[in-house]
């Protein structure tokens, strides 16, 4: 291995950088990505040890300014998960000639693309909730820079250190977001949960209803599985399947290696300027960098925005303060996953059947009735 593990981002800075190409990404059995070396063709030349982020940890910095912020275009809004600002800036760096990379489903992978044309900007929208494969972007990347192109790059904090380091010092062109991340599952997973709707070409991880997993072929909705009913989206959001590193990651805290962080407000006390719209996403910024404050203020005259307290921002986003804590069953789920697949070992870890989660979802499944008779009612 060329880091231990426990704490392999599964980040590709390896990958990009071996000069033989002799690393390829490989699953385990739960499919968490590894590297692995081929011996015979390695010329131990250490670049893999040397440029990994979780041997040679990356400087971060101190936010410098916390905002609350949403995308005034409310369409815009409603089709991203939080303030839509991710493509509100994506827009921006393409329509001033640069280039932008972010992750989509593509060629049946959750994988980072590069996109150099607003048409394609629905392709890098909103979160998904999996590890995205980075490929050969960091390659790519320094190519563009090379040609003194403006690229934006979207991803986890750990990505944005793979880039960093793989890049090896300050690029004047270069622009980063990193996303408050909780952890990623892995992408064998969420094939599992999603064989029987196949085939597929999209999937959504949040709409305008909140928290669904809607899987689309061609443009058309195949299924739409609310949270609550999605055993993955469960192990998702109780932290029971991330890689291993998630649950001790060093980029959950308020130091951040983006120029700009994007998240969720969430614990956001009232606006001085606006009654909030609790319905639609507020996003946090987090502006870390001079450059993070250029770019900004590029596209603020399309933005709400009211400056906050990093404290409130801190306060409120706990993957700001520490990673997430591993699930009490996380053992169990592993162990059965082996013995008897995907379903039973996600079943019995989670307690899915158990009579207080019974409830838990007939009381969503009504909230949710109650909600859209609600709506119905008042339009
Ligand atoms: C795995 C994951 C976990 C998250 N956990 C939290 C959390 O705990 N707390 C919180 O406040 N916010 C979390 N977020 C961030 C949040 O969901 C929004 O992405 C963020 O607020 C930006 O919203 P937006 O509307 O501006 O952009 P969006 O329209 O959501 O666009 C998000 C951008 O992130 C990139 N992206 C999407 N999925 C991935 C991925 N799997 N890996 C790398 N990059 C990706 C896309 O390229 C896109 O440009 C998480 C996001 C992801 C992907």
């Not at 997993?213 to 192990?235: C, D, E, H, M, R």
């Amino acid at each position: 291995m060329i880091c231990p593990a426990e704490k392999c981002t599964g980040c590709f800075a390896c990958v990009n950088i071996c000069p033989k190409n002799c690393i390829q990404m490989k699953e385990d059995h739960f499919g968490y990505v590894y590297p692995e070396v081929d011996q015979d063709l390695c010329i131990h030349c250490n670049l893999c040890d040397k440029v990994c982020p979780s041997n040679h940890p990356i400087q971060a910095n101190q936010p410098m300014n916390a905002y609350a912020s949403w995308v005034l275009d409310q369409e815009q809004r409603e089709l991203s998960t939080s303030g839509g600002l991710a493509t509100l800036v994506s827009k921006f760096i393409i329509e001033n000639r640069g280039i932008v990379f972010g992750a989509a489903y593509q060629d049946k992978e959750i994988q980072h693309i590069r996109i150099d044309d607003v048409k394609d900007l629905d392709k890098i929208r909103g979160s998904k909730y999996v590890h995205s494969y980075l490929k050969f972007a960091y390659r790519e990347i320094k190519n563009y820079l090379k040609q003194d192109k403006k690229v934006l790059f979207i991803g986890t904090p750990c990505q944005v250190a793979g880039l960093k380091s793989f890049l090896g010092k300050e690029e004047s062109n270069l622009y980063t977001i990193d996303i408050v991340c909780h952890g990623v599952p892995s992408q064998k997973l969420l094939k599992e949960e999603l064989k029987d709707f196949e085939p597929y070409d999209k999937v959504l991880f949040r709409d305008q209803n909140g928290f669904n997993l809607t899987v689309f072929n061609k443009g058309v909705i195949i299924k739409s599985i609310p949270s609550y009913k999605s055993l993955y989206y469960q192990a998702f959001l109780d932290s029971l399947t991330y890689r291993e590193n998630c649950y001790t990651c060093p980029y959950a805290n308020s130091q951040r290696l983006g120029d700009l962080t994007l998240g969720d407000f969430w614990g956001l006390g009232d606006l001085k300027s606006e009654k909030k719209d609790e319905d639609k996403g507020i996003s946090l910024v987090l502006v870390n960098t001079e450059k993070g404050t250029t770019l900004l203020h590029s596209v603020d005259s399309k933005l709400f925005l009211e400056e906050r307290s990093i404290n409130e921002a801190i306060a409120g986003n706990s993957q700001l303060r520490h990673s997430s804590k591993v699930h009490k069953n996380r053992d169990v789920f592993l162990g059965q996953y082996l013995k008897i697949g995907y379903r039973g070992a996600l079943e019995e870890a989670l307690e899915y059947n158990s009579v207080k989660n019974r409830l838990k979802r007939i009381i969503s499944s009504n909230s949710l009735l109650m909600g859209l008779i609600k709506r119905i009612k008042n339009s």
